[in-house]
């Protein structure tokens, strides 16, 4: 790439997010591997290459055609990756919210966002996405420590084995306390955690033939694909279930 060519790229980069941060293109595919799998420890090539196929990410290209990655780019992998991780949402989903994040300007906060430091650490943002503890699931709900203990008790959030939570436990807390402002405690919303379980297990039968493939060096891109069809079936599944909610409510008018 020409030295007109590289700058004009820069001068996009710098309207993309994250901004202020770094767009250096100062990592292999291997170093941009090693920032990721501090936090994604099943991160690989052929998985960072599909997340540029679906146009997450753009990495700049040598005249030999190897591809670096700036800071910058290892950010909107790792959003990308919470995303689907924490929320299950599609990749077109995603490449939605980093389209809205690039047109807000450097002054919107990006909910869930890291940045990548010169070293390589990833720093904290105020709104932190990927396992919260009991205290963080908390403050960022605006509830007691107490409260979401309570809400776990009745099996309506699952921490895992290091007692944390996935980000989304902060949006199921914030409902489950709205509902209760209208008289429906906990005991009451177990039945929705069963329904929501019983959808999980069909929807794992489902793309089950497709994460089995685990051999061959298609392995990566299938649990890829598999992933994102349970991101998809489940955002089809929660219209139709909103579907039925109001066509039962017609029925009572």
């Given at each position: 790439?020409?030295?007109?060519?590289?700058?004009?790229?820069?001068?996009?980069?710098?309207?993309?997010?994250?901004?202020?941060?770094?767009?250096?293109?100062?990592?292999?595919?291997?170093?941009?591997?090693?920032?990721?799998?501090?936090?994604?420890?099943?991160?690989?090539?052929?998985?960072?290459?599909?997340?540029?196929?679906?146009?997450?990410?753009?990495?700049?290209?040598?005249?030999?055609?190897?591809?670096?990655?700036?800071?910058a780019d290892?950010?909107?992998?790792?959003?990308?990756?919470?995303?689907?991780?924490?929320?299950?949402?599609?990749?077109?989903?995603?490449?939605?919210?980093?389209?809205?994040?690039?047109?807000?300007?450097?002054?919107?906060?990006?909910?869930?966002?890291?940045?990548?430091?010169?070293?390589?650490?990833?720093?904290?943002?105020?709104?932190?996405?990927?396992?919260?503890t009991i205290?963080?699931?908390?403050?960022?709900?605006?509830?007691?420590?107490?409260?979401?203990?309570?809400?776990?008790?009745?099996?309506?959030?699952?921490?895992?084995?290091?007692?944390?939570?996935?980000?989304?436990?902060?949006?199921?807390?914030?409902?489950?306390?709205?509902?209760?402002?209208?008289?429906?405690d906990d005991?009451?919303?177990?039945?929705?955690?069963?329904?929501?379980?019983?959808?999980?297990?069909?929807?794992?039968?489902?793309?089950?033939?497709?994460?089995?493939?685990?051999?061959?060096?298609?392995?990566?891109?299938?649990?890829?694909?598999?992933?994102?069809?349970?991101?998809?079936?489940?955002?089809?599944?929660?219209?139709?279930?909103?579907?039925?909610?109001?066509?039962?409510?017609?029925?009572?008018?």
């Amino acid at each position: 790439m020409n030295g007109s060519a590289a700058s004009a790229r820069e001068d996009g980069d710098e309207q993309r997010w994250p901004f202020g941060v770094s767009r250096t293109p100062s990592m292999n595919i291997s170093g941009a591997l090693s920032v990721l799998k501090r936090e994604f420890p099943a991160i690989s090539v052929s998985k960072v290459r599909f997340l540029e196929d679906q146009g997450l990410v753009s990495p700049h290209r040598t005249p030999s055609g190897y591809r670096r990655y700036s800071l910058a780019d290892v950010e909107r992998l790792r959003f990308s990756l919470a995303a689907q991780r924490d929320s299950f949402l599609p990749w077109k989903v995603i490449r939605e919210r980093l389209a809205e994040l690039d047109a807000g300007g450097a002054d919107l906060p990006a909910p869930g966002a890291r940045v990548v430091s010169e070293d390589g650490e990833l720093l904290a943002a105020p709104s932190v996405s990927g396992r919260l503890t009991i205290e963080q699931v908390a403050e960022q709900a605006d509830c007691s420590t107490d409260r979401v203990a309570a809400l776990a008790g009745a099996g309506l959030l699952i921490a895992d084995a290091s007692r944390k939570f996935p980000a989304s436990t902060v949006q199921i807390v914030r409902l489950a306390d709205e509902l209760a402002q209208h008289g429906i405690d906990d005991r009451h919303l177990r039945t929705l955690r069963s329904a929501a379980d019983r959808q999980l297990d069909l929807v794992e039968q489902i793309v089950a033939p497709v994460r089995s493939q685990r051999t061959g060096p298609s392995a990566s891109g299938s649990r890829a694909k598999a992933h994102s069809m349970a991101a998809e079936l489940a955002q089809t599944l929660t219209a139709l279930h909103t579907a039925l909610l109001k066509a039962g409510i017609d029925r009572l008018e």
